[in-house]
């Protein structure tokens, strides 16, 4: 008995503030965890079990009742863009782990469906990560294979490293059959400078839509080409990096093309380029600026 603890006082009542019928008999007097204190408050409610105030009657939790697999987990984690290496726990996702940090990574939805937060890891996506929730059609199995998952609803199952900002990596698969009169379609990668973000945008898509797609809060109004309120500049001439279907904005002459001006509605990638949004309204407008 020298090894067992006696849970009744000398007036017989458990030290735990609960009635016991078994006065005298020594009990486990172990602390009661969260779980045992719930299912005690519903043995009591119920009245089904008369020795409830002992732990000794329960036994060991049910599968049911154990913790998630990874929750106790802790990995190391090399986020190589931030060049630094974190622990990051198996219930916490990759994204706010970086957040922790201060890192600003990139994301929009936060739900697994716009692919902003896209990132590759050095191994098998299934073997190292696991996703919660992945709408994102680009990431299939073979693209999880060769490494891409989502930072927004990944959660470690090991150690690696990882590299942010891939969105738009996905966007072209050469193995695909996108073959169109025996020519594969082209893409081009553009740097989207106020929206801090580089896509690849195939040449079929406009400037616009490529940006709404990835999440931009682009600037445009009538998106038939002749408003200018999505007004924007590419660094380098517009007559060779961007073919414009439709150019009915009036200050939008050969000079301005040549300064690198362009409409992001109607205008089509056609080379790699940088891109500045928000222009319309700029003062340094050659001729003026626009009404």
Known sequence: MNEERNCHG??????????????????????????????LGLMAAGGSFALAGCLGVFGEPSPRE???VGIEDRFDITFENEE??????????????????????????????????????????HELVHMTINKYDPLDDRAIEDGYVLTCTGYPRSDFSLQTGQVGALVVDDDDDDEVDGTIEATHTIDYVNERWTIEVPEDQSLLVAGE??????????REGWCGQCLAQVDG??????????????YLDDAALQDGYTLTCQGF?????????????????PGGSPP
Do not use: M
């Open 10 to 39: 000398e007036e017989g009542h458990c030290q735990n503030g609960r009635s016991c019928k078994n006065k005298g008999n020594s009990c486990d007097a172990t602390p009661l965890t969260s779980h045992r204190r719930e299912v």
């Open 66 to 68: 154990a913790p998630i």
């Open 84 to 125: 630094d290496t974190i622990e990051v726990a198996g219930n916490e996702n990759l994204l706010e782990a970086g957040e922790a940090q201060g890192w600003d990574l990139p994301y929009f939805c936060r739900t697994g469906f716009c692919g902003q937060c896209l990132a590759r890891v050095d191994g098998d996506g």
């Open 213 to 222: 797609e990835r999440g931009f809060e682009l600037p445009y109004r009538c």
């Open 237 to 250: 001439d517009t007559r060779e990096l961007v073919h414009l279907e439709v150019n009915d904005y009036e």
């Open 269 to 285: 990638p056609r080379d790699d380029f940088s891109l500045e949004s928000g222009k319309f309204a700029e003062e340094d407008w």
